[in-house]
T-cell receptor, first 117, second 111 residues
């Protein structure tokens, strides 16, 4: 069974440009999470989808970040316009149905390394 | 792969020795904890978990200890191997909230 996949693996853009990250969760996993790790710091929660609905987006830094999960399958995270402080590794994770209050294991993708120059 | 932060806490151990990685968590109401291992170029991978009604749990070569009194979690790796070199994260969870991760510790296994 394929794991969580993310595309691209690396992205280098200039400040002010737009970047879209994609996450394909494990098939059948209703829960999809986005996380971010900036250099040397902890992994921080961004948001949580249950199917196509945003369950919790309390971790989204600001309105330059837009996440979607049309059809409840793959998800995209768009940063527009990108700023220098957006650089980091963006992880996606998915888990079986049960929601954040359950203890279903989250399976992480390899991450997208975003560098904003 | 992902570059590791310059200021990431680092633990260096000799191959074959035991490793102990520590984590202080923040929320006394957290009731579930996980240790993740992240190798270069990969996402975090589940190692072992523990619920707040336990103080110790063992897996294969790994043991997690939970001290709720001082909000401390540790991961013990027995007979550390080169393949154990990675960044290790603890994560805490409280009902109704999402996981909160610690800053990570880099484990380097010396030959």
């Amino acid at each position: 069974e394929a794991g969580v996949t993310q595309f691209p693996s690396h992205s280098v853009i200039e400040k002010g440009q737009t970047v879209t990250l994609r996450c394909d969760p494990i098939s059948g996993h209703d829960n999809l999470y986005w996380y971010r790790r900036v250099m040397g710091k902890e992994i921080k929660f961004l948001l949580h989808f249950v199917k196509e609905s945003k369950q919790d987006e309390s971790g989204m830094p600001n309105n330059r970040f837009l996440a979607e999960r049309t059809g409840g399958t793959y998800s995209t995270l768009k940063v527009q316009p990108a700023e220098l402080e957006d650089s980091g590794v963006y992880f996606c994770a998915s888990s079986l149905p049960g929601g954040a209050s359950s203890y279903n294991e989250q399976f992480f993708g390899p991450g997208t390394r975003l560098t904003v120059l | 792969g992902e570059s590791v932060g310059l200021h990431l806490p680092t633990l260096s151990v000799q191959e074959g020795d035991n490793s102990i990685i520590n984590c202080a968590y923040s929320n006394s109401a957290s009731d579930y904890f996980i240790w993740y291992k992240q190798e270069s170029g990969k996402g975090p991978q589940f190692i072992i978990d523990i619920r707040s009604n336990m103080d110790k749990r063992q897996g294969q070569r790994v043991t997690v200890l939970l001290n709720k009194t001082v909000k401390h979690l540790s991961l013990q790796i027995a007979a550390t191997q080169p393949g154990d070199s990675a960044v290790y994260f603890c994560a805490e969870h409280h009902y109704g909230q999402n996981f909160v991760f610690g800053p990570g510790t880099r484990l380097s296994v010396l030959p």
